[in-house]
């Protein structure tokens, strides 16, 4: 009798879990499909970093090394060097020279980005960083500029990723949008126009609401 008890119990339970099986099966599918399908990312989402240009091609990179001194894995490494009299680099005296970021020490915290006076550095949507090469982890200041129509560069083709707009949503998300919190900057652009992109929109509150005297 107690066989036969055994054997009702374990038939009961696998059908209790065919039932969630089949509950489960009627449900929208939740899974991306990667890396053909790519999930949409959060606008502050830390990535990849990339070192922007202005609207006008110049780097926004004036070498004052902030970036380096405040990374608190001692990631960054920046060499400034005066700019060229004829041949100006940067708008400023002088332009990072040698920079360069080992990602296998980032943490991905965006202080580099918060501490940037010139809004040259910025996190992107890019994530994809495998490698097998420790050297290869170590990125340096040509594969972290971007091209002069403010495309990033990245390990991939560019090919690869058109399709999903990654390189598109690549366009540094981290700016200065409201100083020490005050919501009287929500809604006021706060940064200057990059390459490829220009002057990108303000960022609203968290409320999502418009400021006081503006027009919802």
């Known amino acids: 009798m107690s066989e036969q008890q055994d054997l009702f119990t374990a038939v009961a339970n696998m059908w209790k879990g065919f039932r969630v099986t089949f509950r489960q099966m009627r449900k929208p599918r939740v899974t991306t499909q990667y890396p053909k399908e790519f999930r949409e990312k959060p606008q502050r989402f830390h ?7 202005y609207d006008d091609g110049m780097e926004k990179c004036i070498g004052c090394e ?3 001194g405040v990374c608190p894995a001692k990631c960054i490494y920046v060499r400034g060097a005066d ?3 004829d041949d100006p680099v940067s708008p400023g005296e002088r332009y990072g020279y040698v920079y360069e970021i080992n990602m296998l020490r980032c943490i ?10 010139t809004e ?13 090469n420790r050297q290869d982890a170590i ?10 129509d403010g495309t990033p560069n990245h390990m991939f083709d ?21 100083p020490q919190g005050r919501a009287d900057f929500s809604g006021v652009p706060g940064w200057t ?8 929109p303000a960022e609203q509150g968290q409320s999502g609401t418009e400021p006081e005297g503006e027009d919802a």
């Open 83 to 85: 700019n060229p009299i």
């Open 108 to 117: 991905f915290c965006a202080l580099c980005v918060e501490a940037c006076p």
């Open 158 to 178: 560019e090919d690869h990723l058109a399709d999903f707009g990654e390189l598109a949503a690549a366009d540094g998300w981290m700016r200065a949008t409201s």
């Open 193 to 200: 126009p990059s390459a490829g992109v220009g002057l990108r």
């Open 139 to 148: 990125y340096t200041k040509d594969e972290l500029l971007v091209q002069p």
């Open 47 to 53: 990535g990849r970093h990339v070192l922007n240009r």
């Open 66 to 68: 902030l970036c380096a």
């Open 120 to 132: 040259a550095i910025t996190m992107t949507h890019l994530f994809e960083m495998s490698t097998t």
